[in-house]
């Protein structure tokens, strides 16, 4: 079993900066590919950005790219998500996956891949 807890969330004038955090714990696989998520009201959860187990590559979704930086220390089996420059429609809850197994780039940016999801982080941008 794995248990993924996301931190960092919180409310933010637009241009501003946080950082989220996903601690992850138990079984191996979590080397695997971690990949970061977010859902706004009314809207079906989204890709935004996934990492390589060994944290060499990324792949972000367009609308976040040059704002967003996604990164991780598997010593600390932690993902974190340097988000800077937000925007308004940044506002979501965001989530960490663990993905197992081993898929295409396209087959990372669905929520197939991923076995295990934490309980999800808000983030509000204001105007």
């Known amino acids: 079993q794995v248990q993924l807890v996301e931190s960092g969330g919180g409310l933010v004038q637009a241009g501003g900066s946080l950082r989220l955090s996903c601690a992850a714990s138990?079984?191996?696989?979590?080397?695997?590919?971690m990949g970061w998520f977010r859902q706004a009201p009314g809207n079906e959860r989204e890709f935004v950005v996934f990492?390589?187990?060994?944290?060499?590559?990324?792949y972000y979704r367009d609308s976040v790219k040059g704002r967003l930086t996604i990164s991780r220390d598997n010593d600390k089996n932690t993902v974190y998500l340097q988000m800077n420059s937000l925007k308004p429609e940044d506002t979501a809850v965001y989530y960490c996956?663990?993905?197992?197994?081993?898929?295409?780039?396209?087959?990372?940016?669905?929520?197939?891949?991923?076995?295990?999801w934490g309980q999800g982080t808000q983030v509000t941008v204001s105007s």
């Open positions: 996956g663990a993905a197992g197994g081993y898929y295409t780039r396209n087959d990372y940016t669905t929520a197939g891949p991923y076995d295990y």
């Open positions: 138990g079984r191996t696989f979590i080397r695997g590919v």
């Open positions: 990492i390589s187990g060994s944290g060499v590559s990324s």
